[in-house]
Structure formats: structure tokens, C-alpha cells
């Protein structure tokens, strides 16, 4: 059995935080974001769809890669906006993702692996995973993250808030809660005890005997 950490939780919550630490632990680590960044560059079919849906309005350039900001200006004011974009990016998403786990399971049997996603839940991952994981922190510091480290407008800071998935639902599914709201070194403790908990529970298959 493939042993699999769907990580997840809303923006600036610090996932990428989490996953630098549990890459360093071991893990192989895939970013869903990443993956939508790389299918939205030119050429990419999820590309031409995207313009074709939105328009050249959220070009940086005639022809030119997607501004992420123009796109998010309008997908995070219009939940029907933001479904359409869903609807043109998760499969594909899901597909590299897919693709990738296969991989990794071929070339590393025994490894770790964590999907890091926002959409982890909506994406219909819950069932592929081993275990979910989910990070918290205060809804003040993710508006402070958003404008002091992200540069964006209050108003854009609240508009991608207000679109991101309820905590409720995510908390009652998660296997593991990770509260980001202290010091980085509580943070870093809880990431530890968890990933040790889980190699524990889940050890790694020995393969079959020969």
C-alpha cells in the first residue's frame, strides 16, 4: 500500500511551512499550486481554455503568461467564475498528480508521499490518502500573511478569505490537526510527533519475500 499525507488547508495558513518540514523528514512532496502554475503557462491545453473562458484581460501580455492577480481579481469576486475555473483545472491537476504518485510508487516503493493541496477535500482525494492532515492558524494572521508577505490589497486579501473552503467540514474528516496559530517551534513539534505517529501506524510494506 502506497502510504499517502493529503495535506491541506486554506491560505497563508503555512502549509509550504509544513511541507518543508516533512520533506526533510523524508517525505516526497508534490504542491498542487505548482502544478495548476505549470498547466496555465502558454502552449498548455488548461491554458488556452482558461483564455478562452476569461479572456485576454488576464494576460500579463498579448499571448503572454496568465496574471495570476487579474485572474484571481476575478475568480475570487464571483463564486460561478471560480467554479468554471475548477472545472477547467482540478482534472488536469489531478491527472499530473496521478501520474506522479504512480512514479514514485514504482521507483520508491516504500516512500512517504504528501499531496499539498488547498482543494485537497473538493478534489476527491480523502480516498487515496492514508491519513489527512489539516493546518489551522488564526483567520487574523492569514489576512495579516496575505497583505504583509503577499502584497496584496486588503480588499483582495478578504475576497480570496471569503472564498476558501469552511474549516468545519475539513476538521471533522482530518486524521491530524496541525495549529499554526504559535511559534514556529510549537509548530515544528506537532509536524514531527504527527509524521512519526504516522510511519509508526503505517510502516513501510517490506515487499514480497524472497
Known amino acids: 500500500m502506497q502510504r499517502i499525507i493529503g495535506l491541506t488547508g486554506n491560505i497563508a495558513c503555512g502549509k509550504s511551512t509544513v511541507?518543508?518540514?516533512?520533506r526533510e523528514l523524508g517525505a516526497h512532496t508534490i504542491d498542487a499550486d505548482a502544478v495548476t502554475h505549470a498547466l496555465q503557462q502558454p502552449g498548455q491545453p488548461v491554458y488556452d481554455e482558461i483564455v478562452a473562458t476569461f479572456g485576454a484581460a488576464i494576460l500579463s501580455a498579448p499571448a503572454g503568461p496568465i496574471d495570476r492577480r487579474r485572474l484571481g481579481a476575478v475568480v475570487f469576486a464571483d463564486p460561478a467564475a471560480l467554479?468554471?475555473?475548477?472545472?477547467?483545472?482540478?482534472?488536469?491537476?489531478?491527472?499530473?498528480?496521478t501520474a506522479w504518485l504512480a512514479g514514485l510508487a514504482s521507483t520508491r516503493p516504500s516512500a512517504?508521499?504528501?499531496?499539498?493541496?488547498?482543494?485537497?477535500?473538493?478534489?476527491?482525494?480523502?480516498?487515496r490518502c492514508t491519513a489527512v492532515w489539516l493546518v489551522v492558524c488564526d483567520p487574523q494572521q492569514q489576512f495579516e500573511r496575505l497583505v504583509g508577505r503577499r502584497g496584496l490589497t486588503p480588499e483582495e486579501a478578504r475576497a480570496r478569505l471569503a472564498a476558501?473552503?469552511?474549516e468545519g467540514p475539513r476538521r471533522a474528516v482530518a486524521d491530524v490537526v496541525i495549529e499554526n496559530s504559535g511559534t514556529l517551534e510549537a509548530t515544528h513539534a506537532q509536524v514531527v510527533a504527527a509524521f512519526r505517529a504516522f510511519v509508526t501506524t503505517y510502516p513501510a510494506d517490506p515487499g514480497p519475500v524472497t
Open 19 to 22: 511541507v518543508n518540514w516533512l
Open 83 to 97: 467554479r468554471r475555473l475548477e472545472q477547467i483545472v482540478h482534472p488536469a491537476v489531478r491527472h499530473q498528480i
Open 112 to 127: 512517504v508521499a504528501v499531496i499539498d493541496a488547498v482543494k485537497l477535500l473538493e478534489g476527491g482525494w480523502r480516498e
Open 164 to 166: 476558501q473552503p469552511p
